[in-house]
């Protein structure tokens, strides 16, 4: 291995660990992951890291991303959020996140959707409440799913590395 070589793969490392680890706080981050392996490929020659896998790892990303919404989106809606509500979820998640990290987007989350509920829907405090709750657990089913698809991605780019 000549010093480009380390360097790529030492980039393509930092982005598949830092894209792991941006999943876990609802961030695109399997597209960093992605952005590794394309790296990683450069970096081999295409051997280790060969177009097929590549294209495989792509198809993975795009399943991730679309499982993440529709979980998100479908856990809140069977708890009776409207489009208010996962419009305040988002809203609160991303103000919570900018003042208090990911406790911040958790919190903002149930927040956002409970009051656009509340406020802009009319909806009594409990169908509010249950709202938020729905909009809390799909995110974090959400994020689990892709952080486990990202994680596994992970571990895979170690072992192909090593």
Do not use: H, Q
Request: proline letters at 1%; hydrophobic letters at 65%; aromatic letters at 12%.
């Amino acid at each position: 291995m000549d010093f480009l070589e380390i360097f790529i793969y030492i980039l393509a490392g930092i982005l598949v660990v830092s894209g792991t680890v941006a999943s876990i706080m609802n961030f695109p981050g399997i597209w960093l992951v992605l952005l590794g392996y394309v790296l990683s490929g450069f970096a081999s020659g295409w051997e280790r890291f060969s177009v097929p896998l590549i294209v495989a790892v792509a198809i993975v990303s795009v399943i991730s991303s679309l499982l993440d919404n529709v979980m998100s989106l479908a856990l809140s809606k069977k708890f009776g959020a409207t489009r208010w509500g996962l419009f305040g979820a988002f809203l609160g998640s991303l103000f919570g996140l900018l003042v208090a990290g990911l406790v911040g987007m958790i919190a903002g989350s149930f927040i956002g959707a409970f009051v656009a509920e509340l406020i802009i829907m009319k909806r009594a405090v409990g169908d509010s409440a249950k709202s938020g709750a729905g909009a809390v657990l799909g995110w974090f089913v959400g994020m689990v799913m892709k952080f486990a698809i990202a994680a596994g991605l992970l571990v895979l780019w170690f072992v192909i590395v090593l």
